[in-house]
């Protein structure tokens, strides 16, 4: 089955800048291409949320308020790998972010993403 691996996380100051990956494990045998791929975000005693997602042939989906303007997800499918690139960070940005593999189209709802990473932590100090 697919398998995940984000990486790409850290500690930055607020207003800085992540860029995160999400590699399919070459163990798995499967590529990242052939999914829509959402980044997903859980903030301490928070529910986890959707930040954006890209489909297989590249359309976007739904992205919050909160990183519109600042969080751009892009995919090299020869890398087999997505990217979420992270600007003006803000504190409130902080949390695990993981990646999650669900069929060709972006979905609105977590329930529908099958495939998921075990998380990159992202900390942004004011």
């Known amino acids: 089955q697919l398998q995940l691996v984000e990486s790409g996380g850290g500690l930055v100051q607020s207003g800085g800048s992540l860029r995160l990956s999400c590699a399919a494990s070459a163990a798995s045998g499967f590529s990242v291409g052939h999914y829509a791929i959402g980044w997903f975000r859980q903030a301490p005693g928070k529910e986890r949320e959707g930040v954006s997602c890209i489909s297989s042939s590249g359309g976007l989906g739904n992205s919050p308020d909160s990183v519109k303007g600042r969080f751009t997800i892009s995919r090299d499918n020869a890398k087999n790998t997505v990217y979420l690139q992270m600007n003006s960070l803000k504190p409130e940005d902080t949390g695990v972010y993981y990646c999650?593999?669900?069929?060709?189209?972006?979905?609105?709802?977590?329930?529908?993403?099958?495939?998921w990473g075990q998380g990159t932590q992202v900390t942004v100090s004011s």
């Open positions: 999650a593999a669900t069929g060709v189209y972006c979905s609105d709802y977590i329930i529908n993403y099958e495939y």
